[in-house]
C-alpha cells in the first residue's frame, strides 16, 4: 500500500537529502519524497517521460525502501534505469557512461546504520551536476512538504546489468597498466560499498589485495565506515604495518571518499596525496586548471604552480566542487575529506580514478609512498579543529579584525593568508560548530599559530569540541 505522508523538512540538507531511519525516511514517505524528485527532472526536462537512472547502497533500510521509490517513479511515468547495488562514483558513472538525464542513489553516505538519504544529479553532455540547496533541493522540498501528487503513465523499469567493468576499464585506459608492479595494498572497506570497485579494479591488475572487511554489512560491525574519524582507522593502519604492505586504503560508506595510509602505518593528508595526482596529471597536461577548497591549499597550490598549472580555491563540500570544475574546466579537484574530482569522470569523485593514479606514481618512481609525500610536501597542516558555540558570526568578525593584515577570503566562512602562513574558520552547515584549519611553511610556525587561534577562539566562548 502507498502511504504518501509528509516528511520533515528537516532532511532537506546542503547536499542531499539525509536522515533518520526509521524516524524521517521510511515506508510511509519514500514514495512522496521520490516523486518529487521526479517531479524536479520533470520539470527541468519539460516532459514527463524522462529517464532516472537509479541505485543504492548496502543500508539495512534499502531493501525496504527502494521498492517504494522505484514505484514512485513508475507511477509518474519515468523510465527507470535501475542498477540496483552502486557505489556513489559508480552511480556517477553510470549515469554519465548511458549518457542519462537524471539520477539518484539512496545512500547516506558514511553516516552510522540509522541513516539513509538521496544523493541527486542531473546531468548534460556527460557533466554531472550535483543538486544541492541553491541548485534545486529546495524544489523537491517544496514539493514534498506541500503533498505533491504525481501520477502520469508511460512509466516502466528496465533493469541494468553491472557496470563495474566499464568503470574500470575507462580508469584503466588513462594509465599505463604496464607500469603498475606486484605492489602489496591493504583495503579496509568497512563492510561498504567500496568493496565492490576495489574487487573489481584489483582482480585486473598485479597488486597483492589484503582485504579487510569486505563482506557488505549495513550495520558496520567492525566500525563506522567514516575514515575521517581516526579509531575507524586503527586496523587498517596496524594491519599495513602487520603485513609489510606499501600501502593502506581507506574508503567511507558510499566509497566516494577516501584515506590512504603510508608503509609505515601513518595517515596521509589529502591534501598532500591530492598534490601527488596533482603532479602527474599537469606532467601531462601542460597548463589545466587545479582546484583545492579552501581549508588547506599551501602544497596543492604550490605544486600546481610549479607546473606551470592554473589554481583556484574552492569553497568546502562536493557538491560546490564538482559544479564550479565545469564552470572552469578543471582537470582535478580535491578536498581534505578525501574527495578526488577528475573531469574524466564527469567533474565527480571517483575512487577507482584515484587508485589507479597512485598506483601509477608509486610503481613508475620505485620509492615509498611516505617519500613521495616527503617531496611534494611545501607546508605543514593541523588538520580539522572543531568547536561548539552559537557565535560563529562574531567569533569570525573578531578574527577578520585580528588578522586584518592579512589577505582576507570569504568564498566560505574567512581564510586569512600571510607569506608563510594561513588559516580558515568555518561553520559548520549541519550543527553549531566553527571549524579550524591552520596551515604554515614549517611545523613550528603552525604549532606557534594554531596555539594562538585555538587560545583566541576560546577567550571568544567557543569550547574544543569532541568529535
Not at 58 to 81: E, F, I, N, T
Request: hydrophobic letters at 40%.
Amino acid at each position: 500500500m502507498i502511504r504518501n505522508i509528509i516528511p520533515t523538512s528537516s532532511i532537506f540538507k546542503s547536499y542531499d537529502i539525509r536522515g533518520i531511519y526509521p524516524d524521517e525516511i521510511n515506508e510511509d514517505n519514500i514514495y512522496l519524497i521520490t516523486q518529487s524528485i521526479l517531479k524536479f527532472f520533470q520539470d527541468q526536462a519539460k516532459n514527463t517521460n524522462v529517464k532516472v537512472g537509479v541505485s543504492h547502497d548496502m543500508r539495512l533500510s534499502a531493501p525496504k525502501l527502494y521498492p517504494g521509490a522505484l514505484q514512485a517513479l513508475k507511477d509518474g511515468g519515468a523510465c527507470v534505469w535501475n542498477f540496483d547495488l552502486l557505489s556513489t562514483p559508480t552511480f556517477y558513472f553510470a549515469v554519465s557512461h548511458n549518457n542519462l538525464p537524471f539520477g539518484f542513489i539512496l545512500s547516506a553516505s558514511h553516516n552510522s546504520p540509522r541513516y539513509t538519504g538521496f544523493k541527486i544529479v542531473t546531468n548534460i553532455n556527460n557533466k554531472i551536476i550535483k543538486v544541492g540547496k541553491n541548485s534545486g533541493l529546495d524544489t523537491i522540498k517544496k514539493y514534498s512538504i506541500s503533498g505533491l501528487k504525481n501520477k502520469h503513465t508511460g512509466g516502466g523499469i528496465i533493469e541494468r546489468e553491472s557496470i563495474l567493468k566499464d568503470e574500470v576499464d575507462s580508469a584503466l585506459s588513462k594509465v599505463d597498466i604496464s607500469k603498475i608492479k606486484p605492489i602489496k595494498i591493504v583495503v579496509d572497506a568497512a563492510n561498504a560499498m567500496g568493496s565492490l570497485y576495489i574487487e573489481e579494479l584489483f582482480s585486473r591488475l598485479p597488486c597483492k589485495l589484503v582485504k579487510m572487511n569486505f563482506n557488505l554489512d549495513g550495520s558496520f560491525p567492525a566500525h563506522d565506515p567514516n575514515p575521517l574519524v581516526d579509531k575507524n582507522l586503527i586496523d587498517v593502519r596496524k594491519k599495513v604495518v602487520e603485513v609489510g604492505a606499501d600501502l593502506g586504503i581507506a574508503p567511507d560508506g558510499d566509497g566516494d571518499r577516501i584515506i590512504f595510509i603510508d608503509e609505515n602505518g601513518e595517515k596521509i593528508p589529502a591534501s598532500f596525496l591530492g598534490s601527488l595526482i596533482i603532479k602527474k596529471l599537469l606532467q601531462r597536461y601542460k597548463g589545466a586548471t587545479i582546484m583545492f577548497s579552501v581549508t588547506e591549499i599551501l602544497t596543492p597550490r604550490s605544486i600546481t604552480e610549479e607546473m606551470g598549472g592554473k589554481f583556484i580555491i574552492t569553497p568546502v563540500g562536493h557538491t560546490h566542487i564538482t559544479n564550479l570544475m565545469h564552470q572552469s574546466n578543471a582537470l582535478f579537484a580535491g578536498e581534505i575529506s578525501g574527495h578526488y574530482f577528475f573531469k574524466d569522470t564527469g567533474g565527480t569523485e571517483s575512487g577507482v580514478f584515484t587508485i589507479v593514479n597512485v598506483l601509477e606514481i608509486l610503481s613508475s618512481l620505485a620509492k615509498p609512498i611516505s617519500q613521495l609525500i616527503h617531496d611534494v610536501r611545501r607546508s605543514f597542516a593541523s588538520g580539522e579543529y572543531n568547536f561548539s558555540t552559537d557565535k560563529a558570526d562574531i567569533i569570525m568578525e573578531r578574527l577578520k579584525s585580528d588578522y586584518k593584515s592579512g589577505s582576507l577570503m570569504t568564498i566560505d566562512g574567512i581564510a586569512v593568508d600571510y607569506p608563510t602562513w594561513r588559516f580558515s574558520v568555518r561553520s559548520s552547515n549541519t550543527e553549531p560548530l566553527i571549524r579550524l584549519n591552520v596551515e604554515a611553511r614549517t611545523q613550528e610556525g603552525m604549532k606557534v599559530k594554531l596555539n594562538e587561534l585555538i587560545n583566541k577562539i576560546k577567550a571568544l566562548g567557543a569550547k574544543k569540541h569532541n568529535d
